[in-house]
């Protein structure tokens, strides 16, 4: 898929979440197998159901092992479409018919979102009631897939190869529209996953990137937490499939952070600037970035 055809993938994606999830609840109000039992809390300070969120987790995690998706909150999340992500070797293109005008990971996703909802307000059984769906849906999926003949990608050998493969952004070799950069992962030299671009913050001098802003941390967009990284510090891999920065976990735990929608109060970006490359130039394992 070309990335045009992903961005616009994607939008639907994210518009058929916003739309869907209303009419999920709705669905899930007025089911007897979905409804909330009369003795979960359903307040905003309800203590979240770690059980179901943990499962949540481990179920995400075990649809990215298994490959027929990138998995996460990435914008590859659902049926391989043209070989999305998978520059090196390619990506076989599903011909399940049932699946033509809608995949599956679409409704994955917001039935994801539904359930990581119910379990952080604490509704520990309408979680596990909406994951369980969830499951059910993937497991006709794979199933399927698996009967076309279509093999699972080796995600693990694939990021090693596009790490291996990176290039630093600033070579001069590719240019970047921000469409590529928003929702690409984003990985140490040692595979770790540090979070995905969130968004780009410009030099309001220069008119130039300054600084790809990261989010990590959170449950599918909720609770995430925003680090601005020096542009320059970043290598890129073929087509834009992920982006490479060579520090750690625990460096992107410890470093400044932004607001969401804002890198700096008017006026102010030098003196932000000032502290975030600060930050990077003590943080960064390859010192040539800086």
């Given at each position: ?220 967009g909720i609770d995430e937490k925003y680090v601005p990284v020096p542009w320059a510090a970043f290598k890129v891999s073929a087509n834009t ?50």
């Open positions: 898929m070309n990335r045009s055809t992903l961005a616009i993938a994607a939008t639907a994606c994210v518009c058929i979440n916003f739309a869907i999830l209303p009419l999920a609840a709705q669905t899930m109000a007025s089911s007897p197998t979905s409804a909330a039992p009369s003795n979960e809390k359903t307040d905003a300070a309800a203590k979240p159901s770690e059980k179901c969120l943990t499962d949540l987790r481990a179920f995400d995690s075990q649809m990215e092992k298994d490959g027929y998706w990138l998995g996460g909150s990435g914008i590859g999340y659902g049926y391989p479409m043209g070989g999305y992500g998978y520059a090196t070797g390619g990506y076989p293109q599903g011909t399940v018919a049932s699946y033509q005008n809608a995949r599956p990971g679409y409704e994955i996703r917001v039935l994801m979102a539904s359930a990581n909802i119910l379990g952080r307000s604490g509704q520990q059984q309408s979680c596990e009631d909406v994951l369980a769906t969830t499951r059910g849906i993937y497991k006709r999926y794979a199933a399927e897939m698996h009967g076309d003949g279509i093999p699972m990608a080796d995600v693990p050998a694939w990021r090693r190869q596009e790490i291996a493969a990176a290039k630093p952004v600033t070579s001069g070799q590719t240019s970047f529209r921000s469409d590529e950069l928003l929702g690409t992962g984003v990985r140490s030299p040692a595979n770790e996953a540090l979070g995905s671009v969130e968004d780009l913050v410009m030099n309001p001098k220069t008119g130039k990137i300054a600084y790809l802003v990261i989010g990590r941390g959170g449950v599918f499939s992920l982006l490479v920065l060579d520090t750690t976990k625990s460096a992107m735990e410890t470093a400044p952070q932004v607001k969401k929608d804002q890198f700096a109060s008017g006026g102010h970006f030098e003196q932000v600037s000032e502290k975030i490359d600060a930050y990077w130039k003590t943080h960064l394992s390859d010192k040539s970035s800086n």
